[in-house]
């Protein structure tokens, strides 16, 4: 197994430790999936595509905050019981970001992506380590992606989910994406940002495939 496949399999491991430890909180899924304006029918939740769905898990993990705390930050690994692997991807959860980002190149026999920030231009590419998406983007077409990326021992990868975009929409995108938020506090800017970006998608998404790498 690679380091990369240790790395996804700690973080699969590891998420539903994080839920079981957090358990007495509220964290609620219907109010969770309401407030990122996933769609439901009393308290079932609708998910039209696996990225959805992944999603939905990346948001309650991450943007969803009781008394300014998201799940993530909520989690005592001690009381979790993470191993120490577990504990480092927990800790590169905490510390990731979301942006919009361009795909520049595609580099199949590395199996990474290099990433322009679309939102931070000034910030230095990234590499992402991503064997379903390299493949899928080589033999395609290079996308813009809104994701989460989550850098553990020198390796970037993405929290679980992206939401794919033609290039060709990224203008328009970006400018309804300032328009959105030019009043926004930044306390409430994560947030908005992702509740934004899953609209767009599900208005204007490219539906994509996942495999399991580990």
Known sequence: MTLYQEIRAAGKSMQPKALAATRHLDFD???????????TSGKT???DDETVQNAFFDFWFH???LTAKSLVESVDPVT???????????????????????AEAVMPWEQQIRLRDLLAPDRTE?????MGLSDSMERLAPLALFCRLVAVRGITMTSGFSFGFDPKRVPGILEAYRQKT????????????FVFFFQKYRQLGVEQAYQDVV
């Open 29 to 39: 899924p219907v109010r969770i999936a309401k407030r990122m304006t996933l769609r």
């Open 45 to 47: 939740l609708i998910f």
């Open 63 to 65: 943007e969803y905050r």
């Open 80 to 102: 979790a019981g993470l191993e120490p692997l577990e504990t480092e991807v927990l800790e590169a959860h905490r510390q990731a970001r979301t942006s919009f980002l361009q």
């Open 126 to 130: 990234v590499l992402l380590t991503d």
């Open 182 to 193: 030019k009043n926004v506090p930044p306390a409430e800017l994560s947030e908005t940002r």
